[in-house]
C-alpha cells in the first residue's frame, strides 16, 4: 500500500523559515517523479514544486521561485521542502504527491498524503 | 502559463441525475488532462487521466471526454457518495495548473 507521509508543518512568523519532510513507503520511490501541491484554507489546489526521479529536473511555481527548495534522498524514500522568507499567503495544506512517471515532464498525481499544515502569522 | 477554467463553479442535483462539468484550457494541451475529486475533509482523488481513461478503481458512472481545449466530465447517474469538488488539471508540460474547482451537491 502506497503511503506518503508528511512532517515539519506548524505555526512560523512572516520571513521565517520551514522544512517540511514527506516519508514514502509501499512503492520503489526513485522510481517516480515526486510534488508538492498545496491548498489555502478553502481555496483549490495550487502545485509548488517537482523533482523528477533521479533530481535530474526540478521545477516551481512563480509564487514560490528563490523562496523555496525542492530536494529528495532515495536513499531514505523522502522528499523535502525547505521554504525560506515564509509569507501570510504560504498559509495552506501542503500535501506531498507521487507521479505516475519518472520523469518530471508530464505531472500527474496518482498518490496523495493527508496534508501538512502550514500557518504564516506574526 | 495555460489557464484551466471551469464551468459551473458550483452545481446541485438530484440523486440519479447525469451531471456534467466541463474545463477549458487556454491554449490546446492535446488529451493531457486530468480530473480529481476531493471529497470534503479528504485528499485529493485521481479519477481520470488522458482525458477519457479511468483510474483503477473508479467507478464506471464516471466519464472524460474531450481533446485539445474542451473537455468534459460526466457522471451518468450521480451517488449521494460524489459530492465533492472536482478539479481538471493539464500536465501536457510543467508547470501543471488547476482548474478552480466545482462544487458539486446532491440537491
Known amino acids: 500500500e502506497v503511503q506518503l507521509v508528511e512532517s515539519g508543518g506548524g505555526l512560523v512568523q512572516p520571513g521565517r523559515s520551514l522544512r517540511l519532510s514527506c516519508a514514502a513507503s509501499g512503492f520503489t520511490f526513485d522510481d517516480y517523479a515526486m510534488h508538492w501541491v498545496r491548498q489555502a484554507p478553502g481555496k483549490g489546489l495550487e502545485w509548488v514544486s517537482g523533482?523528477?526521479?533521479?533530481?535530474?529536473?526540478?521545477g516551481y511555481a512563480d509564487s514560490v521561485k528563490g523562496r523555496f527548495t525542492i530536494s529528495r534522498d532515495n536513499a531514505k524514500n523522502s522528499l523535502y521542502l525547505q521554504m525560506n522568507s515564509l509569507r501570510a499567503e504560504d498559509t495552506a495544506l501542503y500535501y506531498c504527491?507521487?507521479?505516475?512517471?519518472?520523469?518530471?515532464?508530464?505531472?500527474?498525481?496518482?498518490?496523495w498524503g493527508q496534508g501538512i499544515l502550514v500557518t504564516v502569522s506574526s | 502559463d495555460i489557464q484551466m477554467t471551469q464551468s459551473p463553479s458550483s452545481l446541485s442535483a438530484s440523486v440519479g441525475d447525469r451531471v456534467t462539468i466541463t474545463c477549458r484550457a487556454s491554449?490546446?494541451?492535446?488529451?493531457?488532462l486530468a480530473w480529481y475529486q476531493q471529497k470534503p475533509g479528504k485528499v485529493p482523488k485521481l479519477l481520470i487521466y488522458a482525458a477519457s481513461t479511468l483510474q483503477s478503481g473508479v467507478p464506471s458512472r464516471f466519464s472524460g471526454s474531450g481533446s485539445g481545449t474542451d473537455f468534459t466530465l460526466t457522471i451518468s447517474s450521480l451517488q449521494p457518495e460524489d459530492v465533492a469538488t472536482y478539479y481538471c488539471?493539464?500536465?501536457?508540460?510543467?508547470?501543471?495548473?488547476f482548474g478552480q474547482g466545482t462544487r458539486l451537491e446532491i440537491k
Open positions: 504527491a507521487k507521479d505516475i512517471n519518472s520523469g518530471y515532464d508530464w505531472p500527474l498525481f496518482d498518490y
Open positions: 488539471q493539464k500536465y501536457n508540460s510543467a508547470p501543471p495548473t
Open positions: 523533482i523528477s526521479w533521479n533530481s535530474g529536473s526540478i
Open positions: 491554449q490546446g494541451i492535446s488529451n493531457y
